[in-house]
């Protein structure tokens, strides 16, 4: 599943006539770097949340074909359902199986692949990356064992495989997707990597620039 339902606030004026996922960087959208990278990891059914500008997302992409994929869309209602809550929606689209969750506005090198058959605990599994210089608190810890602790120490980025039961008893409409960590860490029901490869939250556009700069230096 790929989000991009989000407004992108700290992007505007970028985002108010472009939906987040689409902006580019170095001379391609985001969540078309998503979808070639899903493809060449072997993955061919995707699910992607639309709210804010849904309509140029779903124009650009169509069935996912172009790109090697099937999608289908999970049409949330105006200003969007937050991150947990949007993925409660689309759970009848996903399955009963574990799932890849990515955010839409990451920029990310990690190996999709490796996470098709990653070991992770009954709930799910995250990637992790260093704090960046805009969130130095950081949001969760890594314990010897793999399993996620509370605390700073690292930031999650975006990335993670997560079971539908993380979200079994929850009630549809606006939740965000902390919480919902915050009490599967607590019952040690989910698992961590640290990735130390090329990530970039796409948030602001001072962060855009950088980015462009990550791009630019990897080709």
Request: hydrophobic share 40%; charged share 20%.
């Amino acid at each position: 599943m790929i989000l991009a339902a989000g407004r992108g606030e700290r992007l505007r004026p970028l985002t108010d006539q472009v939906p987040k996922p689409l902006i580019t960087v170095g001379g391609k959208a985001l969540i078309v770097r998503h979808l070639e990278a899903l493809a060449a990891a072997g993955f061919s059914e995707v699910v992607i949340n639309l709210a804010w500008l849904g309509e140029q997302i779903q124009q650009a992409l169509g069935d996912g074909g172009a790109f090697g994929v099937s999608i289908a869309y999970s049409q949330e209602p105006p200003g969007a359902l937050e991150t947990a809550g949007g993925i409660i929606q689309a759970l009848p689209l996903l399955g009963e199986q574990p799932f890849l969750m990515i955010s839409g506005d990451v920029l990310c090198g990690y190996p999709l692949a490796e996470l098709r058959s990653c070991p992770s605990a009954p709930h799910g599994h995250l990637v992790m990356v260093d704090n960046p210089g805009h969130h130095p608190g950081g949001d969760f810890g890594i314990d010897a064992d793999g399993r996620l602790r509370s605390g700073g120490g690292l930031t999650f980025s975006g990335l993670a495989v997560l079971h539908p039961d993380l979200f079994a008893g929850l009630a549809p409409g606006r939740r965000a997707l902390r919480p919902v960590f915050e009490d599967a860490i607590a019952r040690r029901r989910l698992s961590g990597e640290h990735y130390r490869g090329m990530w970039s939250d796409v948030g602001t556009p001072e962060r855009l620039r950088e980015a462009e700069a990550l791009i630019a230096g990897r080709d």
